[in-house]
């Protein structure tokens, strides 16, 4: 069994760029959603996805996207970025939309915005 | 919206002594809990979690308790080892269409020999 997988783990960018973060989910898993954790803090819901729909969504800015593929692999697009945006971006899986199950974590990709 | 309050911040004890965490939630609607334990460099990964029809749960060395009325949850880890070190977090959660984890602010647990 394939756990969560995001790419890339590193990575740095300057003010005012637009990136974009790659989370294939585990196998089996429909529902994918991203949190974003700056350092010494829990991590934060962004939004979640569910059979390619965003069915939820956190307190982000709409500079905050994302898509969910036919796969379940989902991706995040920040635009305009802000030093603020610094921090380890998590993807998450599970299986169902709406029902309570275990959430299985990537091991994040860390962004520094210069 | 929910609110996790988490504490303490830091805890250290001698391997082989009990570690508690404790948390509080502020929307009484919540009805799953689950402790996520992250390591340096990793994602986090759950050890233990309750659902609100359940005062208690217990894994091997690891235990929660769950109090509904006082909105309060803890994290019991016994017989405490160095692979225990880390940052713990606990989380809430209400069950449905678009269920988000809300996190506490984590609380960095040091096993020292």
């Known amino acids: 069994e394939t756990g969560v997988t995001q790419s890339p783990t590193h990575l740095i960018k300057t003010r005012g760029q637009q990136v974009t973060l790659r989370c294939s989910s585990q196998?089996?898993?429909?529902?994918v959603s991203w949190y974003q954790q700056a350092l010494g803090q829990g991590p934060q819901f962004i939004f979640q996805?569910?059979?390619?729909?965003?069915?939820g969504r956190g307190n982000f800015p709409p500079r905050f996207s994302g898509l969910q593929f036919p796969n379940y692999s989902s991706e995040l697009n920040v635009n305009a970025l802000e030093l603020d945006d610094s921090a380890l971006y998590l993807c998450?899986?599970?299986?169902?939309?709406?029902?309570?199950?275990?959430?299985?974590f990537g091991e994040g990709s860390r962004l520094t915005v210069l | 919206g929910e609110n996790v309050e988490q504490h303490p911040s830091t805890l250290s004890v001698q391997e082989g002594d009990s570690a508690v965490i404790k948390c509080t939630y502020s929307?009484?609607?919540?009805?799953?809990f689950p402790w996520y334990k992250q390591e340096l460099g990793k994602g986090p990964q759950l050890i233990i979690d309750?659902?609100?029809?359940?005062g208690e749960k217990k894994d091997q060395r690891i235990a929660v308790t769950l109090n509904k009325t006082a909105k309060h949850f803890s994290l019991h880890i016994t017989e405490t080892q160095p692979e225990d070190s880390a940052v713990h977090f606990c989380?809430?959660?209400?069950?449905?269409?678009?269920?988000?984890?809300?996190f506490g602010t984590g609380t960095r647990l040091q096993v020292t020999l």
């Open positions: 989380a809430a959660i209400l069950t449905g269409t678009a269920s988000k984890l809300t």
């Open positions: 309750i659902r609100s029809n359940v």
């Open positions: 996805y569910y059979r390619e729909e965003e069915n």
């Open positions: 196998s089996g898993h429909n529902t």
């Open positions: 998450a899986s599970r299986q169902g939309g709406g029902h309570t199950g275990e959430l299985f």
């Open positions: 929307d009484s609607a919540s009805n799953y």
